[in-house]
């Protein structure tokens, strides 16, 4: 097989594809007609010698070597990007663009340090997609952004993963709770009260039940909701507790709105990090904004100890 003969508008269209999983999407974002998109993922699939794409039901899917194709043309475009971004920092950090993919829980600070970032970068355009674990895992497989922001990056060798804030993971309820101003309360007694949950997929679910699980418990979930707020809603209106990052119930805890529960083993003190494929060429941008938050990250330890 000679991938000689693929083109690069082939490679880009089979690209597009693969991330809309829709022949009408992709000619939409490509401004082409559906025809023209067949068309040229029936080339490259000549080119390859075995089809890229199958129809089941009214899905579209990719084939084992579709997918090794797709994941090589991630590769070749983001290669493409990195090397607009770095004939861009010939003339510094000017112009350029930044990706970042966050977890739903961090998007309570991030936006307010990229923010911090963008004024002293205006000139870099920056796109910011908010998902759970699962779905920012995803995007990282699928290398769809620069950078991801999440609370406990994968067990692989292939992932590196630089911390830069503390992420605690607190217990909560609503003021007038039986539980509420109790000293040292054990897991066992929380795993009784009604339990408010993320969906399946987040971050924060997991770590609440393996919170649970090491002493040999499950909690009872009453709800599953897949969204912070929805829980702290619920949590007001006496539904049940929950388990949630501390930066995400901030204001409520401060207001008095919600009270923080004294539990045996909490809060559970993880970390945020920045991630990304350990191959990955990151471009400028990127790297600028990983090291505005490596340097965020070494100021804030600094003020806490008083150095
Ligand atoms: P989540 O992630 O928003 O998916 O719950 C938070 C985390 O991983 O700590």
Same mark, same amino acid.
């Given at each position: 097989m000679s991938l000689h003969h693929a083109t690069l508008r082939q490679l880009k269209v089979f690209d597009t594809l693969a991330i809309h999983g829709?022949?009408?999407? !992709?000619?939409?974002? &490509?401004?082409?007609?559906p025809p023209a998109v067949s068309i040229q993922v029936k080339q &490259?699939?000549?080119?390859?010698? +075995? /089809? &890229?794409?199958? +129809?089941?039901?009214?899905?579209?899917?990719?084939?084992a070597h579709g997918r090794v194709v797709a994941r090589a043309c991630r590769d070749i475009f983001g290669r493409i990007e990195s090397l607009g971004q770095e004939l861009a920092a010939l003339q510094g950090l000017e112009s350029g663009s930044l990706s970042v993919a966050?977890? !739903?829980?961090?998007?309570?600070?991030?936006?307010?340090?990229?923010? $911090?970032?963008?004024?002293?970068? /205006? #000139?870099?355009?920056?796109?910011?997609?908010?998902g759970n674990r699962e779905t920012v895992l995803e995007r990282m497989e699928r290398n769809e952004d620069d950078l991801y922001i999440l609370g406990q990056p994968p067990d692989s060798a292939q992932i590196t993963a630089a911390p830069f804030a503390p992420n605690l993971l607190v217990a909560v309820a609503y003021p007038g709770h039986? &539980?509420?101003?109790e000293a040292r309360i054990s897991p066992k007694r929380l795993a009784r009260e009604p339990f408010i949950a993320r969906e399946l997929g987040s971050g924060t679910r997991r770590a609440a039940e393996e919170f649970y699980a090491e002493s040999g418990l499950v909690p009872s979930i009453r709800m599953e909701l897949g969204s912070n707020e929805a829980i702290k809603q619920s949590i007001a209106g006496h539904l049940g507790i929950s388990i949630l990052s501390e930066s995400t119930v901030r204001g409520e805890l401060a207001s008095g709105e919600l009270v923080r529960l $004294?539990?045996? #083993?909490? /809060?559970?003190?993880? +970390?945020?990090?920045?991630?990304? /494929?350990?191959?990955?060429?990151?471009s400028p941008a990127a790297?600028?904004?990983?090291?505005?938050?490596?340097?965020?990250?070494?100021?804030?330890?600094?003020s806490a100890n008083g150095t």
């Open positions: 829709s022949v009408v999407r !992709t000619a939409e974002a &490509l401004h082409l007609t &490259l699939a000549e080119t390859v010698g +075995q /089809p &890229l794409v199958e +129809q089941i039901g009214k899905r579209l899917h990719l084939t966050i977890i !739903t829980t961090a998007s309570y600070f991030v936006p307010r340090l990229l923010g $911090d970032f963008c004024e002293d970068h /205006p #000139g870099i355009a920056v796109a910011m997609h908010v039986a &539980l509420a101003g $004294d539990v045996e #083993g909490l /809060p559970l003190r993880r +970390q945020w990090y920045a991630a990304c /494929p350990k191959n990955k060429m990151l790297k600028a904004f990983r090291a505005f938050l490596e340097n965020r990250a070494q100021v804030e330890t600094r």
